[in-house]
């Protein structure tokens, strides 16, 4: 009998060990669980705390702008960590480049979480916090296409959607982790205690994560493709050069567009209605991270419905089909934010996030890993996801709140921004070919 080729992995793969594939799924997950913590849990903190604590001189809405600049900070950062790490993850391999990123970020993360505040040492605070960001935006720079290949490459044929959907899991998992912890934390303590110290608990807890992520990744074996690419020394001299170069430029430029309407989604309903529900419409926090909590754990539930999908339809189908719905629903939901009530917001949430951004989300990784051949596939991943994350994701605050503005408080000039963004996506991911 004959064995096919596996586009993914090369000529004729050895089946991998269920053990392996096992803890190559553990492991992807479970690391993007945790930086995902990390990553989202500044974002978090800059809607509730840092406006506040590290530019308390300046109005609510210049102090919340402040606090999202430096978020964006940390997207800006990412294409060079995703160039860096990339390279790294080509030429060295996936594994011990997911353990340096983890490590990178749990460092950063931990230090964010005894950093004095602007009171005690004036501007050199937000300095410092910029730091520590560009920091953390470095190493979650490698973090995303790395955990995906883990999965990927290691996944059986028939179960390539399904197992590409698994580290998407441990981005919703990590989002509700960190405004879970917030919750309870602001249950647990009075709000003056809370701002005073009580939000440091929430970074320092990253320390215990990491230790364990780094673990559990450093006992994962390296994934088949590349341990191929490395036996024929067949690996990129410069992976970056040859994405950006025919015919590989094409997916390149297709996918980061393809892109634009799902990290600004995430970052509409994940990081940016914090704020507005609680700044703007006067919602309590703690409802609010609850609701967010909520629909970020549906979303996790979810996500491997659309890897199962995506191994029926195909990754393009849903992914293109999802943003499409997306596109749908913004305004209904934002209309369902305007009536002030805390349930309409959860309905809003649970439809908009919970639900159709896993719809397409699960199936993201699997089809950007089907654009590059494996000589390039973690630098193509990467600059995918982290270059396009500066417009689609890091800027999505930003351009909201100023739209909002600019509307004089009515949200209808953001939702277009929103809708153009899942137009565009829509039409680069219908003009992508899948090859690999």
Not at 62 to 87: K, N, S, Y
Not at 110 to 138: E, N, S, Y
Not at 404 to 428: D, E
């Amino acid at each position: 009998m004959t064995i096919e080729a596996d586009p993914l992995v090369g000529e004729a793969p050895a089946p991998t060990a269920p053990n392996t594939v096992r803890t190559a799924v553990l492991a992807s997950v479970l690391g993007t669980t945790i930086e995902w913590y990390d990553f989202f849990l500044y974002a978090t903190a800059a809607s509730l705390v840092f406006n506040h604590t590290f530019f308390p001189d300046q109005s609510s809405f210049v102090g919340t702008m402040l606090a999202f600049a430096t978020f964006a900070v940390g997207f800006l950062v990412r294409p060079i960590g995703g160039f860096v790490f990339g390279h790294i993850g080509d030429r060295i391999g996936r594994k011990k480049t997911l353990a340096l990123t983890m490590l990178l970020m749990g460092v950063a993360t931990a230090l964010m979480g005894v950093l004095p505040t602007a009171a005690q040492i004036g501007v050199l605070a937000p300095v410092l916090l910029l730091v520590l960001r560009v920091v953390q935006g470095f190493a979650l720079g490698g973090e995303w296409a790395g955990a995906v290949l883990l999965a990927v490459e290691h996944s059986p044929r028939h179960r390539r959607g399904l197992f590409g959907s698994i580290p998407q899991v441990g981005l919703a998992l990590g989002l509700a982790l960190g405004t879970g912890v917030f919750v309870l934390l602001q249950l647990w303590l009075s709000a003056e205690a809370f701002q005073a110290y009580g939000w440091r608990i929430a970074f320092l807890f990253s320390v215990v994560l990491v230790i364990f992520g780094v673990v559990v990744r450093f006992r994962v074996a390296e994934t088949p493709a590349f341990e191929k690419l490395r036996d024929d020394d067949e690996r990129s001299a410069v992976p970056v050069k040859e994405i950006f170069r025919p015919p590989t430029l094409r997916s390149t430029v297709l996918g980061l567009l393809s892109r634009w309407g799902e990290g600004a989604a995430f970052n509409t309903w994940g990081v940016f209605t914090i704020s507005y529900a609680t700044a703007t419409l006067h919602l309590g926090k703690v409802p609010v991270l609850v609701v967010v909590t909520a629909a970020a754990l549906l979303m996790a539930v979810l996500l491997p419905v659309s890897g199962l999908l995506a191994d029926r339809f195909s990754p393009k189908a849903v992914y293109a089909s999802g943003i499409a719905a997306y596109a749908v629903v913004v305004f209904p939901a934002f209309a369902l934010f305007g009536t002030g009530s805390i349930v309409a917001y959860a309905v809003g949430m649970l439809l908009a996030f919970g639900v159709i951004h896993a719809w397409f989300y699960g199936a993201q990784g699997t089809l950007y890993a089907s654009l590059f051949p494996t000589r390039t596939r973690y630098t193509g991943l990467s600059t995918v996801y982290q270059l396009s994350g500066v417009y689609a994701s890091g800027l999505t605050p930003l351009i909201l709140t100023a739209l909002i503005a600019a509307g004089g408080g009515a949200p209808w000039l953001a939702c277009g921004y929103l809708v153009a963004t899942a137009v565009i996506s829509v039409i680069a991911t219908l003009l992508l070919r899948p090859e690999h």
